[in-house]
């Protein structure tokens, strides 16, 4: 494991280390611990220096991630969201909006990053978010459903339509005519903010919209979902690793039938499952951030492969830490009943399996078609 970050490593123990089971129980993560940690510039690490970042490369942040994964994954998300939103301004914004936003993020102000409505999940082209031009303001008119980290942001990158283009804005959830609806009893990631966002003729100076009006949807969404993939990918590596260390202490210590579990066949088949589950998924994140380093034109490929990898094996990981934890880890809050639940979400954002295995297939058989007529 990379010894990058260690610094910030220890912040996050000592914030979350012993409380995270408690945040999932209460279903919030203290204000003061998201601040803290955000201007320790722990929750966008890969910003560079010149905004105040950590600048690090995205093996190291991705490893920092997994680190955090493992503690609690509602603070991951909400590390995930508050990147994806730096990253978004990074890409999108000009050179004063960079300049004006992204050391904010690492000053302690939270971010969330807004695509989805209620009749907009998977296809992001039927989003009705309505933004109009008049004189030097924007009015925003419309409703995001399921924002990760919403309900501790200060701004939201909201992403809308401008007749056949679209457009993405940084809204201050303070700004009149914003509404933040906390989600109550998320299946997973309780503690992580979801929340529904009501825009009604909010009204903002243009200079709220990132580089101009007349981008495509799905560039935007690419440019956004980019980071927020690698982010879940390296987070689900955090949630197998989690289940390791609770089950191989659990296997090793726990006696059954005169022995430890460790030595009943059946129950190290679980471990090793579990264990294959989370070398896979390192190895497709690895994988992954070493294009995103090297500036790999498979960046995107390699990306949605990662989080539909990571995101399938922590599920089917958890389900096996699950099963040799037993009633020892039936209970809410322990950290495997946790990843139990947290990893079934991980299959549904950010592009679902079914949306990432469209894609994947799309590649499968472009690539396949550019070989055969290389070899014509
Ligand atoms: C915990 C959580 C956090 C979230 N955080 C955010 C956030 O921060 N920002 C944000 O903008 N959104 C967020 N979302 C919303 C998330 O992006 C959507 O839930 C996701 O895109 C799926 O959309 P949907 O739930 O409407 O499901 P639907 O699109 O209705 O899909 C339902 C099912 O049908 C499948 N399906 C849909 N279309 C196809 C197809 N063409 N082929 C095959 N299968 C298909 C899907 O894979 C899924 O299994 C979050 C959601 C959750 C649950």
Redesign the pocket.
Same mark, same amino acid.
């Given at each position: 494991m990379s010894d990058e970050l260690t610094v910030e490593r220890a912040a996050v123990r000592r914030l979350a280390g012993k409380d995270a089971a408690a945040w999932d129980l209460a279903g919030v993560i203290p204000r003061q611990i998201l601040r803290e940690l955000g201007a320790a510039g722990v929750l966008c690490a890969e910003l560079p220096k010149e905004y105040g970042g950590l600048g690090a490369g995205s093996l190291a942040s991705g490893e920092f991630t997994a680190y955090v994964g493992s503690v609690c994954s509602s603070l991951r998300s909400v590390l995930t =969201?508050h990147g994806m939103a730096a990253w978004t301004i990074q890409r999108l914004g000009t050179r004063e909006q960079r300049a004006a936003l992204l050391p904010e993020l690492v000053g302690g102000r939270l971010a969330?990053?807004?695509? /989805?409505e209620s009749d907009a @999940? /998977?296809?992001l082209s039927a989003i009705r978010t309505e933004l109009r031009f008049v004189d030097d303001t924007v009015i925003i008119d419309g409703s995001? /459903?399921?924002?990760?980290a919403a309900a501790y942001a200060d701004l939201v990158i909201v992403f809308g339509k401008v007749g056949d283009n679209a457009a993405a804005v940084v809204v201050p959830t303070d700004a009149p005519g914003v509404e933040v609806e906390k989600i109550a009893h998320?299946l997973g990631?309780r503690a992580a903010g979801?929340a529904h966002v009501r825009l009604a003729d909010v009204r903002l100076p243009i200079a709220n919209v990132l580089g101009g009006t007349g981008l495509s949807l799905s560039l935007l969404a690419t440019t956004a979902l980019a980071y927020g993939r690698m982010s879940v990918g390296w987070g689900c590596v955090g949630i197998l690793r989690g289940c390791l260390a609770a089950v191989t202490d659990h296997a090793r210590t726990r006696v059954q039938f005169g022995k430890p579990l460790a030595e009943h066949q059946l129950v190290s088949r679980l471990v090793a499952e579990l264990y294959i589950a989370e070398q896979i998924a390192t190895r497709a994140c690895q994988h992954a951030s070493q294009c995103w380093e090297s500036g790999s034109p498979e960046v995107v490929i390699a990306t949605v492969l990662a989080k539909h990898v990571s995101a399938t094996q922590a599920m089917h990981g958890a389900a096996s830490a699950m099963q040799v934890m037993a009633s020892a880890g039936a209970s809410d809050g322990h950290v495997v009943a946790r990843a139990y639940r947290d990893a079934k +979400?991980m299959e549904?954002? #950010? @592009? /679902? =399996? #079914?949306?990432c295995q +469209?894609e994947l297939a799309k590649h499968a058989i472009a690539t396949a078609e550019a070989t055969r007529r290389a070899a014509q």
């Open positions: =969201s969330a990053v807004a695509f /989805s @999940g /998977s296809d995001k /459903s399921w924002i990760t998320p990631c979801h +979400l549904i954002i #950010e @592009g /679902s =399996s #079914e949306i +469209l």
